[in-house]
């Protein structure tokens, strides 16, 4: 399905971040979540790598997992030539990246559709290095799918992580007005 999806996927505002305003937020949002560069940070379910391209950018170096293929090629294309960035297909659930080596673990819209996702979370603190971070991107979408902010919270604590949230209700992430609740976590 997500090889299908991938064609289109980048015509989403917050997918794509054509838009200079759009992409403009999110750059502002991450880089003020995120430790100073040099840092290395894992974008797990990176779709088109459109995040994993913007924080390379910026000077960090990101390694990209997700298990389609086709997305991985269009992320290839898209962020694969910034030094240190790197793209591999494989499970976000199961990342085949180095234990102890992130300093962020980066999930934007997957964490909700994980069948474990406890099981996923205690996983990605493993990837982390000392001192590192997770930063969450979830949401509670109007089409009844996703996870509220306090379910995230829940998630977290039960892998001993605790978390801050940020309500990211603002038009400037979405390209346009939004009714649900979509946030990011920090842990
Ligand atoms: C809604 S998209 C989000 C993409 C990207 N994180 C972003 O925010 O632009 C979900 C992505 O997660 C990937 N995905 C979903 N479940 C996955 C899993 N278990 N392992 C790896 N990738 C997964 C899909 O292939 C898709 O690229």
Redesign the pocket.
Known sequence: M?DA??VA?DDQP??GLRDAGVRDAWRTLLVSLLPPVPARVA??????G??SGLLAEEGYAVDG????AE?VRRASAKAGSYPGTSFVV????EPPLAAASYDVVL????LW??PDPVA?LRRWVDLLAPGGRLVL?EGSWSTGAGLTAAETLGLLEEVGRPGTVRVLEEAAYWGRRIEDERYVVVG
């Open positions: 997500w999806e991938a996927f917050d997918h974008d797990l379910g990176c779709g088109t459109t995040l997992v997700d298990f389609s997305m494989g499970d976000a659930a999930c934007r819209h997957v559709a994980l996923a991107v």
